[in-house]
């Protein structure tokens, strides 16, 4: 068996799904957990977040389940488990080779440009304990993004800022934390003021 690719960044972390499928027709929540490796609880929180920021979430269902799913991630986090569960019927959910490819292939150029921005920045904040506040903050907005599927690009947004935080985590840039809360206020006060 691979040693787990050990991601240190957005980059490596798509070049391990990208690995996870390589030679197969379909690829298994379980064959990316198994190369990420199931104690990589940031990066495993990250791959959801993508799919839900990516073209993948025009069917509907996939954000709600994504949600579910870093739901369940973060919430290990919170409680402090060295490696990560997730049911059976979550690993056995597979995609094709080639829709993943396409996936990790739109994400290519944008990832460049984020890990080129980051760096280790006010790692204070993202160092445990604090590790699981943002956790808890990503297990809070992982459950209410089935309520949001339906309100367009609101999913989206969500996504967005705990792919921020998880990334945050990391790379242990406090400041690409900071930006997710910046993110996260900002979706809120449009919410509002599309509601009022």
Do not use: Y
Request: aromatic fraction near 8%.
């Amino acid at each position: 068996m691979e040693d787990d690719c050990e991601p240190e960044s957005i980059e490596d972390v798509l070049d391990c799904v990208e690995q996870a499928g390589d030679g197969e027709t379909r690829v298994s929540v379980a064959d990316i957990v198994e190369r990420i490796g199931d104690g990589a609880f940031a990066p495993l929180m990250l791959v959801p977040a993508f799919v839900m920021i990516s073209p993948m979430t025009a069917m509907f269902g996939v954000a709600t389940v994504c949600g579910l799913v870093i739901a369940l991630i973060a919430f290990q986090m919170v409680i402090g488990r060295e490696r990560l569960w997730l049911p059976g019927f979550v690993l056995r959910q597979t995609v094709s080779s080639r829709r993943l490819d396409r996936a990790v292939g739109w994400f290519a150029g944008p990832a460049r440009f984020i890990d080129g921005m980051t760096g280790k920045r006010l790692s204070i904040l993202v160092d445990p304990p604090l590790t699981r506040l943002w956790a808890l903050l990503c297990l809070m907005l992982a459950l209410v993004i089935p309520a949001f599927e339906l309100v367009p690009m609101s999913a989206t947004v969500i996504a967005s800022a705990i792919a921020l935080f998880g990334l945050a985590m990391l790379a242990r840039d406090g400041l690409l934390a900071i930006l997710g809360l910046v993110v996260l206020g900002g979706a809120f006060w449009l919410l509002w003021n599309i509601a009022t």
